[in-house]
């Protein structure tokens, strides 16, 4: 989704703004612009596609200023134009605003102000802002960027400068992050860390509703009703060595190939063999609550959602509480009958999603616990759910989401085993469990080792138009993610289907040209999963099966065979997922994909 950078300091604007929006090119955007400014007037650039293209564009010029905002745009209102680039200013030229979030009363704001002569360039919703501001004009521009809010209806996350001050920047939130960068006679504003860990670790997150004053010496936070807010900053835990690519050609690869790093720190800490358990601090204060819940509702989006789907599976087998798992984009429109005894488990890797975030707010408002499963550290869900676990994963750069899901995975387990103990899973379950988790890294470090041959075969299919993916049980949402992969960064068309499903219909898709990637380990469905793939292959489907080392056997069902070793029936999915996640990334590579850029996404989605 669209970022925003800013700077007010001592030093150049334009390049920090750059480096910023560089840092924030992997949201996803498909316009850039920026403006800086200083008592002489403004200097604006915007461009569509990249940032380079916007760097480029000020090669030339030596932008002296020492203030400046800057914007990727993600289309909403209106097409990826210069025109409807960001920065927007008002009809004198003296304001400008980059803003993210969609201002729904646009056309109201719109019509009122030109039928006062005001004159709209662009096709945006945000330009209606900064006309509004312009109009409440007043001694300060916190004063005018105040009093043009209370106007607003919808989601922000704003920055705004002003040529009659042009050492402030002015910036509000309201459903979409804000976070301020504090540096020594310097300042930063942006919607992600990522575009500040470069110049300091110290920050600030801005609450909704909540508006900051920020100068080169100090800031200064409000609510958007002019209380005063004093708070203090945090240290952020990553650093710009967890963003390099190093020796890799893509984040995605560099992700997946972390994994088992991943594992180790999602289990770092946390593991008490000795009393086959687990020990999560975040969830401590409110375990009494916890392990007497009626209900644990997961809620989350996209790849988070096939881990909550993995998680329903852990949680039935682990605990003897009822489990669900939701849809956050669904889930918040329900009539949704919560209570104290009900929990609500929100995942999000980036902690800002905003279907997922709504969630969590409305099973707050009708009485239930929250609780967080996010990676993000600091962000709006690890902030507003009432107890939570971290990844500790380190930045996700890459859209597609691969390390998070395991890491994910991991977490669910550790959960379930906590809650679990305390109910009917014994002290041997519980040790097994543990142990088999030690096992993950050096086993998912086996899978990676034959990555060459998994490219081997993703070549094989680069031209294939559609693709099945099927599985039962835990592995019916790994299944659904292997699809997810494969269709957002290559773009190939791919289904999920529960394995029991393909005679209520998909099979009639297959033919000679429709390949069938299986999941068929050594499991409980293991015997049902070769009748699926034997109608498969009697309908000439090609099949390529994911299946437990050492099962020679599935040769004879399968063309093609990806193998992972054995671990717990709990532990599968976090083993089977990498084959998938290896194939996807390779066909998309053979198919000359922007593969950490897909078209059309955003890694972190913060409007509905
Ligand atoms: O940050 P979140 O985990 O809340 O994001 C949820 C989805 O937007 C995300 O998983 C998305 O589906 C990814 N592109 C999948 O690879």
Redesign the pocket.
Known sequence: MCGIVGYVGHKKAAPILIHGLKRLEYRGYDSAGMVTIDKNGANRFRVVGRVQNLDHAISDIDLKMTCGIAHTRWATHGKPTETNAHPHTDNEGRYYLVHNGIIENHAKLRSQLESEGVEFVSETDTEALVHLISKFHDQSLETAVEKALRHVEGTFGIAVTCIDEPSKIVCGRRGSPIVLGVGMNEMFVASDVSALIQYTDQVIYLEDNEMAVVTPDEYQIRTLDNKPIARETLQIEWTMEDEDLGSFPHYMLKEIFEQPTTVDNAMRGRVVLGEGCSKLGGLQSKIDQIKRLKKIVIV?????YHAGMVGRYIFEQLTDTAVEVELASEFRYRKLRLDETTGVLAI???GE?AD?LAAIREARRKGALTIGLVNVVGSTIARETDVGVYCHAGPEIG???TKIFVSQLVILNLIALLIGRYQSVSLSEGVDLLKAMMELPSQIQQILSRAAQIEDLARRFTKVQSFLFIGRQLHYPVALEGA??LK?ISYIHAEGYAAGEMKHGPISLIDADFPTIAIATKDATYEKMISNIQEIRARSGPIIAVATEGDIGIRESADMVMYIPETHDLLQPILSVIPLQLFAYYCALYRGCEIDKPRN?AK??TVE
């Open positions: 989350s989006c996209g790849t988070s999000s890797q980036s999603t997922t859209v597609a989401s997810l992969k957002e996404l972190s989605v």
